[in-house]
């Protein structure tokens, strides 16, 4: 088996909103800086398939894909630590659910980039 998928529920925490989404708009705004992140990432064994804010307010989720070996913890640790979404701000609750990919035959959500 390859690599692995999450699927991240973003609770935003209260009066957290415009900070989050100032600093993500500043991110994603810089082509340079979104690229570097996004190789860092990888670099650490994660790639970010999808954003889908529902809300400003929240909640957004987020797929996320690690590579082999990763165990639910390390992904954990990831997506709540310096690296992951919350770019330090502590604005988000991150609830993950790991993809049963044997209840789809062993078919990934999206191609493997890791």
Known sequence: MGSQFFLVHHYVKPGMAG?????????MSDQSAMGKYVQDCMNLGFYNHSFMPVAQEGPMFCLWEAKKGISEADFQDFIDGPMGPNWGLSA?????SKINLELTGGQAPYERKL
């Open 19 to 27: 900070q989050w989404w100032q600093k993500t708009g500043e991110l």
């Open 92 to 96: 988000l609750n991150n609830n993950i």
